[in-house]
């Protein structure tokens, strides 16, 4: 393919990404996913941070045997670990575990002990940025489980976008979803959830940078708290 057929490529599906943000932007969740699967297929995947399943069950019934993408950063609660394992075991998915390059050893030889508390953009960019940017280079479009109301950082995530970044397709199926929405479809369903979600936590990652929330703090309140960092940069 020559550079010329790859940028009109792009330009097609940032087009695309366009219309369909806006085509789709009170369509279900479902839905939602439905048309990411015809449009893309084996090309499409979902990440999760294994805090809940609910986006991969949505995007199972809209193509079983969906590849599931997890970044295990090494830093991890169990709890977490389990919950992917729960996922791979039971739901109609295909799990795929990203890693970074380096082990936490590894980095800890070579950048010192604790990076997370001294430089936690590095650490994040070492183990999350780049491991996802090399796992989803084969994909033309991914799905996340942001939702609007989880942060004003996400306030205005659409439906379906355009990743810049990456220059992919970015489907966030339940931005629209409030907090009851997702009670009631890991209800209905039966959905897998991250235990730490009924222990105070209200958004899990890594266990050095997540804290349980206070009463009516925001969803992400409890995540790099005191540490004036909201994101991680997977999706800034
Ligand atoms: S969330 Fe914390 S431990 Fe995890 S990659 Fe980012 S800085 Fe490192």
Redesign the pocket.
């Known amino acids: 393919m020559t550079a010329v057929q790859e940028e009109r490529t792009t330009d097609e599906l940032k087009a695309l990404a366009e219309q369909a943000g806006r085509d789709l932007e009170d369509a279900s969740a479902l839905e939602i996913l439905r048309w990411a699967a015809g449009a893309f297929g084996g090309r499409f995947c979902v990440t999760s941070s294994m805090e809940d399943a609910v986006v991969a069950h949505l995007a199972s019934r809209a193509l079983p045997g969906v590849d599931v993408v997890f970044l295990d950063?090494g830093?991890h609660f169990e709890e977490t670990i389990g919950t992917r394992d729960a996922v791979e075991a039971v739901m109609n998915v295909n799990v795929i575990t990203l890693t970074p390059r380096q082990t936490v050893a590894e980095q800890d030889a070579e950048y010192g002990p604790r990076?997370?508390d001294r430089d936690?953009d590095l650490?994040?960019a070492l183990?999350?940025v780049r491991p996802l940017e090399e796992g989803l280079r084969g994909y033309l479009a991914w799905a996340t489980g942001l939702r609007r109301e989880e942060s004003p950082t996400r306030a205005g995530t659409p439906v379906v976008g355009w990743d810049e970044k990456r220059r992919k397709v970015k489907i966030s199926p339940i931005a629209r979803w409030t907090q009851d929405d997702m009670d009631a479809y890991v209800a209905e369903h039966g959905v897998l959830t991250n235990p730490l979600l009924t222990d105070g936590y209200a958004s899990v990652?890594?266990a050095?940078?997540t804290r349980r929330v206070l009463e009516g703090q925001d969803a992400r309140a409890g995540r790099w708290a005191g540490r004036g960092k909201t994101e991680?940069g997977l999706h800034g």
């Open positions: 950063t830093y990076l997370h936690p650490c994040c183990r999350k990652g890594c050095p940078c991680c």
